[in-house]
């Protein structure tokens, strides 16, 4: 948000970062994504455990773990992460009794 | 056994210090030449114990041989050639120099043949690791060696009570595998997995390592974490513990490159994670298991290296680790990004790279031995691997939204090192058997199959689609993660603080206390002086004594 520069070099519009591209992206991503579902159709997957010869199987069970993952660490988060200066005290330690004492 | 053997570790000590001592137009030279000398001595070495020394009164074993000590001691002489090339021109002669004495240790550990030798290299490079460390020149680099050095002495005191104690009671030191039954091999056990970056400390490494420079970070990822699996191998091969050991480790470090933002300290996690696989294979304990470790700890220092090089460039041109200020580097940086993707794909054992073939081997090894829970476990992690380290590590840095920094492409040593690098990564991922025939057993392993690589990619596709369409759950804060070294950082301070104060407030309390009273007794003294002191015993009967005593002194010294 705060990294609005004023200046815009003469590349920040790229061809890779144009909206059109990345549409074509999606749809190319889409494209391979499907072929190596349907790729299972024509070569037998020799499975350890029988489920994991299910058409797909490495499809859906990749996805749903890594959803739980960074649904996972998204509420981990909220109880573990700190401001970055967390760890930037000096502990507070009492007065020196030489210079504190000095009223006697 | 009586020709000649020179020890390739002392060879790499010998050029670190002549490296120090040279002019500085020589020290170059000296620092790629030094690698690839100890390289052509790795291969010398051939197979069982090679020399024995006498070490304060021990017959010790300085140099043994086998595959996969060589193929170690090769991988750590290859990433110091690689280290060395990527940071000659930019780093200190003193961080070069401590990166080649941190080299030197951990070949020393690879090819040690009894204990006694394999601790002394275990403390060259605790010890020379901290200094690279502390080359980061910040005051966090240095608050974090200190942190790093006090962790890494307990985990070496920590062995070296178990190496005593096995000494005393078996009456031998040889390496071997070893069982836990007892004090002294759990002892051996939990000071190498410290090195390995285990539960319940596996904070120091994303402690230490992202506050070296851009140079130290490439020779820190290598050594120490991976010395520690070759010594589990040699140590613990098939010990069930380490099985859950490392399945915790792999995914604590998906889990916490997740949260973090700074980029070489997602890549610091995602160490972790990589060595938890390792540590599994080692576990698991077959050969396919244990030649699958072995490979993947030769595949990771390539890789991991690539993407802390990776990093480096870009934190060299810009001064800048953290993702959340990053991004869009792929316009100036073209080729620092090519290499960081190629390192990115490799680590996330995307077919044609080096992961491929060694991580499938770990795996495979778990379903072979019917281990289901484990198997569905890894492969959730794999996918977990692309997430957090094969697409978040380049997304963020390279691309992402557009920071507005424009940096010049890394200088030609730092580029030369990268594109080395990433022909490797592909290089074994094309021809496996490069590295299949260097495994301390037969391979009869085949990692290409249709099957193989049509789940891998969908398992990793699809693990990429999760990570996109995850991305507003993904918005990089500005942040730490608490972790165990919580204790450490916050917990003793705060025991410190909480104990000053009672302690103040103790003494505040006594000498209050001893004040009051003693202005009583004073008060007392000084107005009615008389009735304490010369009232009761006058002037005379002092000088009486006094006469006597003097009296009794002559008689003494006339006698």
């Known amino acids: 948000m705060s990294e609005q520069r004023e200046r815009r070099p003469a590349d920040a519009d790229h061809w890779l970062v144009r909206p059109k591209t990345i549409r074509i992206l999606w749809w190319v991503f889409g494209a391979i994504l499907a072929l190596t579902v349907i790729g299972q159709v024509f070569v037998h997957v020799h499975g350890y455990f029988g489920i994991d010869e299910w058409i797909g199987f490495n499809a859906i069970y990749g996805f749903l773990t890594c959803v739980a993952m960074v649904v996972f660490a998204k509420l981990l988060g909220f109880v573990l992460k700190r401001p970055v200066d967390y760890y930037d005290v000096e502990p507070r330690l009492s007065p020196n009794p030489s210079e504190a004492h000095d009223d006697a | 056994?009586?020709?000649?053997?020179?020890?390739?570790?002392?060879?790499?000590?010998?050029?670190?210090?002549?490296?120090?001592?040279?002019?500085?137009?020589?020290?170059?030279?000296?620092?790629?030449?030094?690698?690839?000398?100890?390289?052509?001595?790795?291969?010398?070495?051939?197979?069982?114990?090679?020399?024995?020394?006498?070490?304060?009164?021990?017959?010790?074993?300085?140099?043994?041989?086998?595959?996969?000590?060589?193929?170690?001691?090769?991988?750590?002489?290859?990433?110091?050639?690689?280290?060395?090339?990527?940071?000659?021109?930019?780093?200190?002669?003193?961080?070069?120099?401590?990166?080649?004495?941190?080299?030197?240790?951990?070949?020393?550990?690879?090819?040690?043949?009894?204990?006694?030798?394999?601790?002394?290299?275990?403390?060259?490079?605790?010890?020379?690791?901290?200094?690279?460390?502390?080359?980061?020149?910040?005051?966090?680099?240095?608050?974090?060696?200190?942190?790093?050095?006090?962790?890494?002495?307990?985990?070496?005191?920590?062995?070296?009570?178990?190496?005593?104690?096995?000494?005393?009671?078996?009456?031998?030191?040889?390496?071997?595998?070893?069982?836990?039954?007892?004090?002294?091999?759990?002892?051996?056990?939990?000071?190498?997995?410290?090195?390995?970056?285990?539960?319940?400390?596996?904070?120091?490494?994303?402690?230490?390592?992202?506050?070296?420079?851009?140079?130290?970070?490439?020779?820190?990822?290598?050594?120490?974490?991976?010395?520690?699996?070759?010594?589990?191998?040699?140590?613990?091969?098939?010990?069930?513990?380490?099985?859950?050991?490392?399945?915790?480790?792999?995914f604590y470090g998906i889990i916490y490159a997740l949260l973090e933002n700074d980029m070489r300290r997602i890549l610091s996690y995602s160490i972790v994670n990589q060595v938890g696989f390792m540590v599994v294979g080692v576990g698991i304990g077959t050969e396919l298991a244990l030649n699958g470790a072995a490979a993947h700890a030769f595949t990771h220092i390539i890789y991991k290296a690539l993407l802390f090089m990776s990093a480096g460039a870009v934190l060299y041109r810009t001064g800048e680790s953290k993702c959340s200020n990053l991004g869009g580097l792929f316009r100036t940086m073209p080729l620092t990004a090519t290499c960081g993707i190629i390192g990115a794909l490799a680590i996330s054992s995307f077919p044609f790279t080096s992961g491929f073939i060694s991580k499938s081997m770990i795996s495979s090894s778990a379903a072979g031995e019917q281990l289901a829970l484990v198997w569905f476990l890894l492969v959730a992690a794999s996918a977990g691997v692309f997430l957090h380290a094969g697409i978040k590590f380049p997304w963020f840095v390279f691309f992402q939204k557009d920071s507005g920094l424009r940096p010049k492409e890394a200088p030609w040593n730092m580029r030369l090192a990268m594109i080395l690098f990433a022909v490797a990564c592909i290089g074994l991922g094309v021809f496996p058997n490069l590295l299949y025939g260097l495994l301390p057993y037969p391979v009869d392993y085949v990692p290409y199959t249709a099957d193989h690589v049509i789940t891998q990619l969908q398992l990793l596709l699809f693990a990429g689609l999760a990570f996109f369409v995850l991305l507003p759950l993904m918005k990089r804060t500005d942040t730490v993660s608490l972790d165990v070294d919580w204790l450490w950082r916050r917990g003793l301070p705060w025991v410190m603080e909480r104990s000053d104060r009672a302690i103040t407030g103790l003494r505040n309390l006594t000498t209050g206390l001893a004040g009051t009273v003693g202005r009583l007794l004073y008060d007392l003294m000084r107005e009615k002086p008389y009735r304490y002191f010369s009232s009761r015993s006058p002037m005379g009967q002092t000088a009486i004594w006094m006469a006597v005593l003097l009296a009794v002194v002559v008689l003494l010294a006339m006698t």
């Not at chain 2, 570790?9 to 670190?16: I, V, Y």
């Not at chain 2, 307990?154 to 104690?165: D, F, N, Y």
């Not at chain 2, 090195?195 to 070296?212: G, H, I, M, T």
Request: charged share 10%.
């Open chain 2, 1 to 250: 056994m009586l020709e000649f053997v020179l020890p390739p570790a002392f060879l790499m000590m010998f050029g670190a210090v002549l490296l120090a001592l040279s002019r500085p137009a020589l020290r170059p030279l000296i620092a790629l030449a030094t690698p690839l000398v100890t390289l052509y001595f790795i291969w010398q070495v051939g197979d069982g114990v090679q020399q024995t020394v006498t070490f304060l009164g021990y017959e010790v074993q300085l140099v043994e041989g086998s595959n996969l000590r060589r193929l170690f001691a090769t991988v750590f002489a290859l990433m110091a050639f690689g280290g060395a090339l990527f940071a000659f021109r930019q780093s200190k002669w003193w961080e070069l120099s401590a990166a080649l004495l941190y080299a030197a240790g951990a070949i020393g550990v690879s090819f040690a043949g009894d204990l006694i030798v394999m601790f002394l290299f275990w403390e060259l490079m605790a010890l020379f690791s901290t200094v690279v460390v502390w080359c980061g020149g910040t005051e966090r680099a240095r608050a974090a060696g200190i942190r790093y050095a006090i962790i890494h002495l307990l985990g070496g005191l920590i062995l070296k009570i178990g190496i005593e104690g096995l000494m005393i009671q078996t009456g031998s030191i040889e390496i071997r595998a070893l069982t836990l039954d007892d004090f002294n091999t759990w002892m051996i056990f939990i000071g190498v997995l410290i090195n390995a970056a285990a539960p319940p400390v596996s904070a120091w490494l994303a402690d230490a390592y992202p506050e070296s420079s851009p140079m130290g970070g490439v020779f820190l990822s290598a050594f120490t974490t991976k010395t520690a699996v070759l010594s589990l191998i040699l140590l613990f091969p098939g010990q069930p513990l380490l099985i859950w050991i490392g399945l915790y480790m792999v």
